[in-house]
């Protein structure tokens, strides 16, 4: 069964740090494109970042270009992201999310079920 | 950045009724990177439709995705209890990969 579990979700000051993980089962991580995808209270849903499946190429969303750094450990089937100078704009559950391809298309087939990040004084 | 933007906002209807939901691009965007997927409260999003009309594995066949260019559709033919939450549209074409504001199908 394909897993994701994210982890690291926590109350932060503005101007803070915290640093997501995300560990992946059931599939061949290293064979796998991934996101982190992120919903505020009672919103729609963020794109955030994208890394590829050797870590070489990375976006991000303009709202944390800058701030956010991913990153992912193939021999650790696990996926980071590191979030300095937070702000009150970033609190959201953040999804840990595979990509999936295929002839018909690609896209986010798999998502995790979250992580809370509040930031707050 | 492609800006999806889905209609209606809400679409009351009762169980058995015809869902027709939205997603128009602000430029056009390959079938193989649109994407449908479906959320309630609480849970993560669950992908429907991939590649603008292929269902996901174990998605029901009352789901179907249609459209190309900047217009794509999803169609429910027969709504289920179980259906009644908030579909998101997605381009994976090109980043930042974006997702619409969504169209929460509510119980008349």
């Known amino acids: 069964e394909v897993q994701l579990m994210e982890s690291g979700g926590d109350l932060a000051q503005p101007g803070g740090s915290l640093r997501l993980s995300c560990v992946a089962s059931g599939f061949t991580f290293n064979n796998y494109e991934m996101n982190w995808v992120r919903q505020a209270p009672g919103k729609g849903l963020e794109w955030v970042s994208y890394i590829s499946t050797s870590g070489s190429t990375r976006y991000y969303a303009d709202s944390v270009k800058g701030r956010f750094t991913i990153s992912r450990d193939n021999a650790k089937n696990s996926l980071y992201l590191q979030m300095n100078s937070l702000r009150a704009g970033d609190t959201a559950v953040y999804y840990c999310?595979?990509?999936?391809?295929?002839?018909?298309?690609?896209?986010?087939?798999?998502w995790g079920q979250g992580t809370l990040v509040t930031v707050s004084s | 950045e492609i800006v999806l933007t889905q209609s209606p906002g809400t679409l009351s209807l009762s169980p058995g009724e015809r869902a027709t939901l939205s997603c128009r691009a602000s430029q056009s965007v390959s079938s193989s990177y649109l994407a449908w997927y479906q959320q309630k409260p609480g849970q993560a999003p669950r992908l429907l439709i991939y590649?603008?009309?292929s269902r996901a594995t174990g998605i029901p066949d009352r789901f179907s995705g249609s459209g190309s260019g900047t217009d794509f559709t999803l169609t429910i033919s027969r709504l289920e209890p179980e259906d009644f939450a908030v579909y998101y549209c997605h381009q994976y074409g090109s980043s930042p990969f974006t997702f619409g504001p969504g169209t929460k199908v509510d119980i008349k």
């Open positions: 590649g603008a009309s």
């Open positions: 999310a595979r990509v999936y391809s295929s002839s018909s298309g690609k896209t986010i087939d798999c």
